[in-house]
């Protein structure tokens, strides 16, 4: 038996609904997640969330608001000091 995967990759243009606010705090983000504009779904944490079409990783995927991967997402933000001080350290 012989299985091929397509190496596609797949992406989705959520918009922004909710940042420094009370369920995201100033450590997150939540975008939308929904069939128009596509998703996050199970499986997807870790993965990064670019900033538009640059090369820029801005966030990753972190947290969905319910079981069937619609509605919003958390992605946890990449802009914090602290957050910057804690990945440089392995990128040198």
């Known amino acids: 038996m012989h299985i091929e995967a397509l190496r596609i990759r797949m992406f989705a243009e959520p918009?922004?609904?909710q940042i420094n606010g009370a369920t995201v705090g100033d450590f997150s983000?939540?975008?939308s997640n929904n069939a128009?504009?596509?998703g996050t779904c199970f499986g997807d944490s870790g993965g990064p969330n670019y900033l538009g079409?640059?090369?820029?990783i801005a966030a990753v995927t972190s947290f969905g608001?319910?079981?069937n991967c619609?509605?919003?997402g958390g992605v946890f933000r990449l802009d914090r000091k602290n957050v910057?001080?804690?990945v440089?350290?392995?990128l040198k």
Do not use: E, K, P, Y
């Open 29 to 31: 983000m939540l975008l």
């Open 36 to 38: 128009s504009t596509g």
């Open 70 to 72: 619609a509605g919003t």
């Open 53 to 56: 079409t640059s090369n820029v």
């Open 84 to 86: 910057l001080d804690f």
């Open 15 to 17: 918009h922004l609904i």
């Open 65 to 67: 608001r319910n079981g």
């Open 88 to 90: 440089g350290q392995f």
